[in-house]
């Protein structure tokens, strides 16, 4: 079962705009991977957050992580209409069967020139 | 452009027909994985090969069956597939097997219609 919850499920912006993407999750982790997913491709891994952590960033993504409140966000600061994608939340449970990651449900990301 | 590599793209396929996808990847990863993608859905794992290995099967129909064949190659046999099989098949490699703290690399995927 897909223990993840992303919020917006969809969300539509400006180009120049900055996009904030949420995700909780249930159980305690090791840690929390971001991918991007572009219509008709695979999954591109963006940033990977470990559990001792409580900021990451990568360019214009900014990624944060609160284990007490079991909460995440994705941060896309100065948007162009090539980070229109799906982004999904991944977590790595802490007593983890064999590497499986937990997905959120995506949210669907679309930014207008 | 992906490291890990998938034929084919697009495949159509009747009920009754016997087909392969493959999945290929030279980043020296010793664990493979087979996920099934409904749109606008996330991933659900199928597989798990761990140095090549059969190490999770999250109780997929026996209609798919994976093979293995070396630590660069993952293949996915279908046989007899219903209609509701028919979505984006991915396939994705990691370093090691429950190695924590690092990701997944994923290919483009294979459409998958079942007529």
């Known amino acids: 079962s897909q223990q993840g919850e992303e919020d917006p499920q969809a969300l539509s912006i400006q180009e120049g705009e900055n996009a904030t993407m949420n995700c909780s999750y249930k159980?305690?982790?090791?840690?929390l991977q971001w991918y991007r997913q572009n219509s008709g491709r695979g999954l591109v891994h963006l940033i990977l957050i470990r559990s001792n952590e409580r900021e990451k960033h990568s360019g214009r993504l900014r990624v944060t992580l609160d284990t007490s409140k079991k909460s995440s966000s994705l941060l896309i600061t100065a948007s162009r209409a090539a980070d229109t994608a799906s982004y999904f939340c991944a977590t790595d449970p802490l007593y983890n069967q064999g590497g499986k990651l937990i997905f959120g449900q995506g949210t669907e990301l679309s930014v207008k020139p | 452009d992906t490291e890990v590599t998938q034929t084919p793209k697009h495949l159509v396929m009747g009920m009754t027909n016997k087909k392969s996808l493959k999945c290929e990847q030279h980043?020296?990863?010793?664990?493979m994985y087979w996920y099934k993608q409904k749109a606008k859905k996330p991933p659900e794992l199928m597989f798990v090969?761990?140095?090549?290995?059969?190490?999770i099967n999250e109780s997929v129909p026996s209609r798919f069956s994976p093979e293995c064949p070396n630590s660069s190659l993952l293949n996915l046999h279908l046989h007899a597939l219903q209609p509701e099989d028919s979505a984006l098949y991915l396939c994705?490699?990691?370093?090691?097997?429950?190695?924590?703290?690092?990701?997944?690399?994923f290919g483009d995927g294979t459409r998958l219609s079942i007529l």
């Open positions: 090969y761990s140095y090549e290995k059969l190490s």
């Open positions: 980043m020296g990863h010793r664990a």
């Open positions: 994705a490699s990691s370093q090691r097997q429950g190695s924590h703290n690092q990701p997944q690399h």
């Open positions: 159980t305690s982790i090791n840690n």
